[in-house]
């Protein structure tokens, strides 16, 4: 039977030792542990910069996009200011009051006996309620009835196209003055008429019916 000698049995053993010594295995552990570290310092770093450049690159864009976004808010101020402008031009266009139907309306109503001395005509700025002052001359057998019956005709040709329609005699008094209309003399009366009316919005209805004089 052979004998087998192992002469390296002590450096052997002293090979296992020093690989199984626990300071090794530590400093091997913590250098493990450096290189994860170092990895994801490097892998943040990666990061910062990634979100630097980001950041530079939108901070460019800003640059140059905000003198723009100042020219565009000027811009907006002036074409707000000019639609105002514009609806307010087109308010008074749609809302202006025209005077010549009004004046067709008292030559339709003034009979051949009544003479108008005075017109006096307003309309409230940039609203829909007007007045109108008539002063003048009715003659006949009963002048302050033909006076009346003036009112009356044009009153209801004012209710045709205005809404809360007024109208009442500041003045009327019996004159001494006579005139002389076809061949006849007749007595007079002088009067001072007011009327007062509301433009009616466009598509309303104009009121049938005056409102009462209180």
Not at 42 to 55: A, E, G, L, N, P
Request: aromatic share 8%; with cysteine; glycine share 6%.
């Amino acid at each position: 039977m052979p004998l087998h000698l192992n002469l390296y049995h002590e450096i052997q053993k002293q090979q296992l030792q020093r690989r199984r010594d626990p300071l090794k295995l530590g400093i091997y552990a913590v250098g493990v542990l450096i290189a994860l570290l170092i990895g994801y310092y490097f892998y943040r770093m990666q990061q910062v910069y990634d979100v630097t450049r980001q950041s530079g690159q939108l901070q460019t864009q800003w640059q140059s996009l905000e003198p723009k976004s100042k020219d565009a808010a000027a811009l907006e101020i002036v074409l707000t200011a000019q639609s105002k402008l514009k609806e307010t031009v087109v308010s008074k266009i749609d809302y202006r009051f025209f005077w010549a139907p009004m004046l067709q309306k008292i030559q339709i109503a003034v009979p051949r006996n009544v003479q108008i001395t005075t017109f006096r005509g307003s309309f409230e700025p940039g609203g829909r309620t007007g007045a109108i002052s008539l002063n003048g001359v009715a003659a006949g057998a009963q002048p302050r009835k033909v006076a009346e019956d003036l009112r009356t005709a044009l009153l209801a040709k004012c209710l045709q196209s205005y809404t809360s329609v007024t109208s009442n005699f500041s003045s009327l008094e019996d004159s001494e003055a006579t005139v002389l209309l076809d061949g006849k003399t007749m007595a007079t009366a002088l009067f001072s008429l007011q009327f007062q009316f509301t433009v009616p919005l466009p598509g309303a209805t104009p009121s049938p019916t005056p409102v009462p004089i209180k």
